[in-house]
């Protein structure tokens, strides 16, 4: 089916461990996004990419690092895991000017 | 101060009753305004958009946009306990295209009691 997938759905770390979560789009969408959500805060942007091998940072950057080498893909790795990053992450394309879809989240816990 | 800010609620109602959501914001450039809906350990969806001031009905659902008060609602008529989930107001402005940036407001728990 068409959409946005992302793995792992769980995940559980210690501090100080490497891990990538991964997001995948059908659409072919330019733009991608990872986002945090944690109470309180609603949804904050981590990175965007506008097109494969172009990304940016966002609001709360620190910590994480993206690539994306192909329009479809589009990883995000926590170089170094913080109890700070226990969080839901998700992954979102863009559609026209303003219609983000979302993938389903990845519940993350760094112990 | 946020930019954007919303009721955490929840927000309990009984069946049948017409819920009002609102956010207030603060940034005069914001343009687009939209509403995303999100079940329990799900993704956000996209409910309703509108660009600029006025009214966009879509069902059951209203959504009104006040630039003059920075101040926009999402009315859900004859309440649904399929519509309990958390309602995440978001919005974006000429300066945002470059990157496509939403800015969300922290959700409010809407819970429809049957």
């Known amino acids: 089916d068409a959409g946005i997938t992302q793995s792992p759905r769980y995940k559980i770390t210690e501090t100080g461990r490497q891990v990538t979560l991964m997001c995948h789009q059908t659409?072919?969408?330019?733009?991608m996004f990872w986002y945090r959500q944690d109470l309180g805060h609603g949804l904050r942007l981590i990175y965007y990419s506008a097109a494969a091998d172009i990304t940016d940072k966002g609001e709360v950057p620190d910590g994480y690092v993206v690539s994306r080498s192909k329009t479809e893909n589009f990883p995000l790795t926590l170089e170094s895991a913080t109890r700070s990053q226990t969080s839901v992450y998700f992954c979102?394309?863009?559609?026209?000017?303003?219609?983000?879809?979302f993938g389903p989240g990845t519940r993350l816990t760094v112990l | 101060q946020k930019e954007v800010e919303q009721d955490p609620g929840p927000l309990s109602v009984p069946e049948g009753a017409i819920v009002s959501l609102n956010c207030t914001y603060s940034?005069?450039?914001?343009?687009?305004f939209m509403w995303y809906r999100q079940y329990s350990r799900k993704g956000p969806e996209l409910l309703m958009y509108?660009?600029?001031?006025g009214n966009k009905e879509d069902g059951r659902f209203t959504a009104q946009v006040d630039k003059s008060s920075k101040y926009i609602s999402l009315f859900i008529r004859d309440s649904q306990p399929s519509d309990s989930a958390t309602y995440l107001c978001?919005?974006?402005?000429?300066?945002?295209?470059?990157?496509?940036?939403?800015?969300f407001g922290s959700g409010t728990r809407l819970q429809v009691q049957p």
């Open positions: 940034n005069s450039a914001f343009q687009y």
């Open positions: 978001a919005m974006s402005g000429a300066g945002d295209t470059g990157r496509r940036a939403l800015t």
């Open positions: 979102a394309s863009h559609r026209g000017y303003n219609e983000q879809f």
């Open positions: 509108t660009y600029s001031s």
């Open positions: 659409w072919s969408h330019s733009y």
